[in-house]
């Protein structure tokens, strides 16, 4: 990791640092101002979230070169809660969403991560990438018709462009091409300027104006939690992107907590909150080849300097570009690898299925969070049903058993009804070598097995515990069925 003396005396990082920070901001400009009309606020909402998230999380973040900004997943979350209670609301769920965001990382929600399946992953992405599209829709319903020609060429702009050069970002040629265009040839159509005015000064601190109390609090809840849940699970996806691109390793539960000081910051200047951004993180870092806090922290800076320096300029942009870089955004989001039929073919069928619960889950509430939180426990479903058959019997002599496989919830309730209590002799062995003893569904069901051979006025000898099985083993035997 780099430290501020290594920049101040090594030239070529701050150049690269310093170039990267300013193409980043160039390519946050739209993005913010597409996020802020997705979420259903003001450009400048979006804007300085975009600021203060990559500021801060610049101090705070546990890895370096990683862009934090306003991101259609939190507009997504949020949009609702703009829509019925007005922007007072989303400023304090935005609050309140990085103080879970803190909790969490000191609860370890960091080390959760990994047990997300892959499966889930790829449906949330592709929800994103779904709900990102159609969010466009309305931009495309109704208007003039030159809206549709300059959509049809800025989409070409940004597919071909980056062919020939990646020196400046497509998606910032395009916007300014289309404006250029619209401004000199006296094109009337929807611009940013229609959407909500554009900050002329730098953002002030500010608490929301909502009332303290417990209804608000039932308002914002799910909301703060929503904004929580997806910030960090993108963050946290993010940061373990660029570990496997720079080869390094970042500290997650330190990322997690930055996240929520960087969300509060942003609600107490007026912002609507944000997560780590795939996108601008590549273009940090694969693109210019940034490696240090320094790009991140200049990206904000320049971006306030060229909104509150520009915004007149800001505010010609025509909505039809903004619409082509969503677009595009979602289509790059989608991930098309994972429903090719050759994919498909091969894929177990819980992994398609829990794929297919958790964008189903999404589309359906238009919250990412719900959908996760659906998508994880349709693969804990399968995932019990799969393994619940790997507990096998088998009588190896006229009165021992041998129990193979894990025990647990699921797999422990057939195990009673694999024995012959009836034809077994007085003395039964049942040996637990090859298995080993989870929870206490398992042990409930050798005091199951037990008792059944002791009514018959059989007795039982379980042997081959490991350590770990002899000890729950030996903590709850007999005591889970008392007073039944």
């Not at 209590?421 to 398992?442: Q, R």
Request: charged share 10%; proline share 5%.
């Amino acid at each position: 990791m780099k430290t501020i003396s290594s920049w101040l005396t090594s030239p070529k990082v701050l150049r690269t640092e310093v170039l990267a920070g300013l193409v980043v901001a160039l390519a946050l400009i739209p993005e913010a101002i597409s996020f802020s009309i997705l979420a259903g606020v003001d450009p400048r909402v979006g804007l300085f979230a975009s600021f203060t998230m990559a500021v801060t999380i610049a101090f705070t973040g546990g890895r370096p070169a990683m862009i934090s900004a306003a991101t259609g997943a939190v507009a997504l979350v949020v949009a609702p809660l703009v829509a019925s209670h007005g922007l007072d609301h989303l400023i304090a769920a935005v609050i309140l969403g990085g103080l879970l965001q803190v909790l969490f990382a000191v609860l370890g929600v960091a080390r959760l991560m990994r047990f997300i399946p892959r499966s889930v992953m790829v449906g949330f992405v592709n929800a994103l990438a779904i709900l990102i599209f159609t969010a466009q829709l309305p931009h495309l319903i109704d208007v003039p018709w030159p809206v549709y020609p300059l959509v049809a060429v800025a989409l070409t702009i940004m597919v071909f462009l980056p062919r020939l050069t990646t020196v400046v970002p497509a998606p910032l040629i395009a916007i300014v091409l289309l404006t250029g265009f619209t401004v000199l040839a006296g094109v009337a159509v929807p611009t940013v300027g229609d959407e909500g005015t554009l900050p002329d000064s730098l953002p002030t601190l500010g608490i929301p104006d909502v009332p303290f109390t417990f209804g608000t609090l039932r308002v914002i809840a799910p909301y703060a939690l929503g904004i929580a849940l997806v910030g960090l699970m993108e963050s946290l996806m993010t940061a373990k992107l660029v570990d496997d691109i720079t080869d390094t390793h970042s500290d997650k539960t330190r990322e997690s907590w930055g996240q929520g000081v960087a969300n509060i910051v942003t609600g107490f200047f007026g912002g609507m909150g944000g997560c780590a951004m795939i996108g601008q993180t590549m273009i940090n870092v694969k693109a210019s080849g940034a490696r240090t806090r320094l790009s991140t922290f200049l990206a904000g800076v320049f971006l306030l300097i060229l909104v509150v320096a520009l915004g007149d300029v800001v505010a010609l942009i025509p909505m039809a570009a903004l619409v082509a870089v969503m677009i595009i955004v979602s289509v790059s989001t989608f991930d098309w690898h994972s429903i090719a039929p050759a994919t498909l073919r091969r894929m177990p069928a819980g992994e398609i299925i829990v794929m297919l619960v958790t964008v189903a889950g999404t589309l359906t509430t238009h919250n990412l969070a719900v959908g996760v939180v659906l998508g994880v426990l349709a693969a804990m479903v399968i995932f019990a049903r799969r393994v619940a058959h790997f507990a096998a019997v088998e009588k190896i002599n006229d009165n021992t058993y041998l129990v193979r496989g894990e025990l647990f919830f699921a797999s422990s309730n057939d195990l009673v009804y694999q024995f012959d209590y009836a034809g077994d002799p007085d003395h039964v062995v049942i040996d637990l070598s090859g298995t080993h003893v989870w929870d206490a569904s398992s042990v409930a069901a050798l005091d199951a097995i037990t008792t059944k051979y002791a009514q018959r006025g059989k007795t039982v000898e379980i042997t081959g515990l490991n350590e770990a099985s002899a000890r729950i083993h030996e903590t709850l035997a007999g005591k889970l069925n008392a007073g039944h």
